[in-house]
């Protein structure tokens, strides 16, 4: 586990709902559970203040950081999709049948072009061409895209729309689902195993360090699954069976 991703998780999860702040000696201990070394959790810290994360604080207890406007946006936004706290966010939530199709003005260089590609997807649009050409589909609109294009400075023309073919068809051709489908069954055995060896009554380090690994393999969907309504995925979808050990 890496430091950097492993602090984004006891901000996002812990710390964001205790005050968002805490001093980098709390931040040591709680990740010794995880095996990251102190070293690497510093490093961690420094690399999340260079790039807007966190911002330095001065505590009782001795040098701290507390998560910047920017972080707690993003943290609370990952927090709805992961526990599926928003009408948008769940499988079960419905779906009126109409795509929501975002035209996006092509950035210049490439660089941005593929961290607006990456945000596009993680929000869970998908290209209609490939390379991608500017025109994305969604089965509903992100709450988060107007907040992503403010932030890149991306022009871009938003409207739904009704698609008279199979749905089925249009969402094999804009996703790969399989090797979504192969994570969540990879993630359903790694959750069954460790929640046997920590056994019925884990004491409360054992508990916390399952409950952490868990969650930080679960966040990982928010980058590859489109979180696509019930009525576009197979019966036998493997994300439910994961979603209900998760719960």
């Known amino acids: 586990m890496q430091a950097r991703s492993a602090l984004f998780d006891v901000y996002g999860d812990h710390l964001r709902w205790r005050g968002g702040v805490a001093p980098v000696a709390s931040l040591v201990r709680l990740l010794v559970p995880l095996d990251v070394s102190p070293a690497a959790v510093r490093t961690g810290v420094s690399r999340m203040v260079r790039q807007g994360w966190l911002a330095p604080v001065r505590l009782p207890e001795g040098a701290g950081y507390e998560l910047t406007e920017r972080a707690e946006r993003r943290l609370d936004e990952a927090h709805a999709r992961i526990y599926r706290t928003t009408p948008s966010a769940g499988w079960d939530a419905p779906w009126d049948g109409r795509w929501h199709l975002v035209v996006l003005q092509r950035p210049a260089n490439r660089p941005e072009r593929e961290r ?77 195993a460790l929640l046997d060896e920590a056994g019925p009554e884990p004491d409360d380090e054992t508990a916390f360090a399952v409950r952490f690994q868990l969650v930080h393999e679960w966040r990982k969907f928010l980058f590859i699954d489109p979180a696509l309504p019930a009525a576009l995925l197979p019966d036998d979808w493997p994300g439910r069976q994961a979603a209900a050990i998760f719960d």
């Open 116 to 192: 607006v590609e990456s945000a596009m997807k993680y929000l869970g649009y998908a290209p209609l061409s490939t390379p991608p050409n500017g025109t994305w589909l969604a089965p509903r609109p992100s709450p988060e895209l107007t907040a992503m294009l403010g932030a890149e400075e991306i022009r871009a023309q938003a409207f739904t729309a009704e698609h008279e073919g199979d749905p089925a068809e249009l969402v094999a051709q804009a996703w790969d689902l399989a090797p979504v489908a192969r994570a969540y069954e990879e993630w359903t055995a790694t959750a069954r």
